[in-house]
């Protein structure tokens, strides 16, 4: 087989150059010369090629629901949108030690007895892998295993043996002999990963490439990397806690931003049933500065405790700290607190943290918080069966949040009693056992909270 021909391309201008360079020769850019194969040119080659496009109308193309593979674990289902598709492509990237490996492992088990599975280790032996499954108390049997890094090899090896499921652990340290190169480099990332999506499609393999991370927590290599691919999943967790969640970032499959949560035991990943009991704390008494939200992830309705510490600052710069919530919000939050509702945080430190280790994106987190630092700062514990969301403008109005029946429905599942909500989120129809209390307006809010 003869060797392709490589060039070095620009990513600022797109000119080429036979040789690396470390400035671009047509833009003068710095640093932007990235290997890639150079195609040969033939003739007539565009004609060629329109002929053999499979040019249709739209209308006449039938739309389908496309069949799904379970997965075997339910929360991992959940994130993939119903289970793996056949020539989907799925990266998911995460902390070294976080869990990838495992889940993928344990998947694969599961689905290994009613289709073919290829596990394609780049990182570790056949010895490590089998000493995991034995660890895990798995039955890794149907599973067929190849620790190799070459990705000519691979291909080869998926032509050859045709699974419904392959997976690469990890794409970074794949390479091919067409670029010179070194493996996990720009270059190496972007063609590997091409290949073995255009073989997925083709062959119509179900392909899991694993993914690095860099220390910021962004997926390594190429950002065409998550372009290429149909799903992009984040597994994430606190290297403190046993609890892992899972993310999906993109999906052309399913619905975005759904998560799924892990335990890691001894014998590898458990499904969490109720997630919403990770989230809360368990006082033995009230205690001010706690409230409980409900925030939405993806379709799921998550209950989260959001605790509030307000103490007397002792430097000309009172500090503002969030953990699991964006602090730029948290400096306007207090703001409409203090011109809305009368309470002055000026002179007082404020610290914001999310139970569990959560991160909270969405604005309907807004009048938990606020209630929260007005309990810390009173020091009047709230009542503890109070669920609050809610929106808060610069205004001082309450504005409403999507799904707010959904929420609604789950904390009266969890036993709460009572919710603060937007005037808008009220439900038409009475909810068992919970007292739903509308509000417009902040201090309306604060008011409310005195009566229960």
């Given at each position: 087989m003869a060797k392709a021909k490589t060039v070095y391309t620009c990513t600022e201008c797109g000119a080429s150059s036979p040789k690396w360079q470390g400035q671009c020769p047509s833009?003068?850019?710095?640093?932007?010369?990235?290997?890639?194969?150079?195609?040969?040119?033939?003739?007539?080659?565009?004609?060629?090629?329109?002929?053999?496009?499979?040019?249709?109308?739209?209308?006449?193309?039938?739309a389908a629901e496309v069949p799904r593979q379970p997965s075997g674990i339910g929360e991992f289902d959940r994130v993939l949108g119903g289970g793996l598709v056949a020539g989907g492509v799925v990266l998911i990237g995460g902390?070294?030690?976080?869990?990838?490996?495992?889940?993928?492992?344990?998947?694969?088990?599961?689905?290994?007895?009613?289709r073919k599975a290829i596990y394609v280790s780049g990182e570790e032996s056949a010895q490590q892998i089998a000493m995991r499954a034995r660890r895990l108390g798995l039955d890794a049997g149907p599973i067929d295993l190849l620790a190799e890094i070459q990705l000519e090899k691979i291909l080869a090896t998926l032509q050859t043996h045709k699974p419904d499921i392959a997976?690469?652990?990890?794409?970074?340290?794949?390479?091919?002999?067409?670029?010179?190169?070194?493996?996990?480099?720009?270059?190496?990332?972007?063609?590997?990963?091409?290949?073995?999506?255009?073989?997925?499609?083709?062959?119509?393999?179900?392909?899991?490439l694993v993914g690095h991370v860099t220390k910021e927590g962004s997926l390594a290599g190429p950002r065409v990397l998550e372009h290429i691919v149909d799903t992009v999943l984040y597994f994430e967790g606190d290297p403190n806690s046993s609890f892992r969640l899972i993310r999906a970032f993109k999906n052309r499959f399913g619905a975005v931003n759904e998560l799924g949560v892990?335990?890691?035991?001894?014998?590898?990943?458990?499904?969490?049933?109720?997630?919403?009991?990770?989230?809360?704390?368990?006082?033995?008494?009230?205690?001010?500065?706690?409230?409980?939200?409900?925030?939405?992830e993806g379709s799921r309705p998550l209950l989260v405790e959001i605790q509030a510490l307000v103490d007397e600052a002792h430097a000309p710069n009172p500090k503002r700290l969030c953990v699991g919530l964006e602090q730029n919000r948290l400096a306007m939050l207090l703001a409409v607190l203090h011109r809305h509702a009368g309470v002055a945080?000026?002179?007082?430190?404020?610290?914001?943290?999310?139970?569990?280790?959560v991160r909270i994106s969405e604005p309907a987190v807004d009048l938990a918080?606020?209630?929260?630092?007005?309990?810390?700062?009173?020091?009047?514990?709230?009542?503890?069966?109070?669920?609050?969301?809610?929106?808060?403008?610069?205004?001082?109005?309450?504005?409403?949040?999507?799904?707010?029946?959904?929420?609604?429905?789950?904390?009266?599942?969890?036993?709460?009693?009572?919710?603060?909500?937007?005037?808008?989120?009220?439900?038409?129809?009475?909810i068992p056992d919970l007292t739903v209390i509308a509000v417009e307006r902040l201090d309306q809010a604060l008011q409310k909270i005195k009566e229960i």
């Open positions: 833009c003068m850019a710095w640093n932007t010369l990235v290997e890639s194969i150079a195609e040969a040119p033939t003739a007539n080659r565009y004609a060629a090629l329109a002929q053999t496009a499979g040019l249709q109308k739209l209308a006449e193309v039938e902390d070294p030690g976080i869990g990838k490996s495992t889940l993928l492992l344990q998947t694969l088990c599961h689905v290994g007895h009613l997976v690469i652990d990890s794409i970074q340290t794949i390479y091919s002999e067409a670029l010179q190169s070194a493996p996990g480099s720009v270059a190496q990332v972007r063609e590997c990963s091409a290949q073995l999506t255009r073989a997925a499609k083709q062959l119509g393999i179900t392909v899991i892990f335990a890691m035991t001894e014998k590898g990943l458990r499904e969490v049933s109720n997630p919403s009991a990770l989230f809360l704390s368990h006082h033995a008494e009230q205690v001010a500065g706690s409230c409980i939200t409900v925030t939405q945080c000026f002179d007082q430190d404020v610290f914001i943290n999310a139970v569990g280790g918080v606020l209630l929260a630092i007005v309990s810390s700062l009173k020091n009047k514990p709230l009542h503890n069966k109070l669920i609050v969301f809610g929106e808060v403008g610069l205004a001082g109005e309450v504005r409403p949040v999507q799904r707010g029946q959904e929420r609604l429905k789950e904390a009266a599942k969890l036993g709460f009693t009572h919710a603060i909500v937007p005037k808008a989120n009220a439900p038409k129809q009475a």
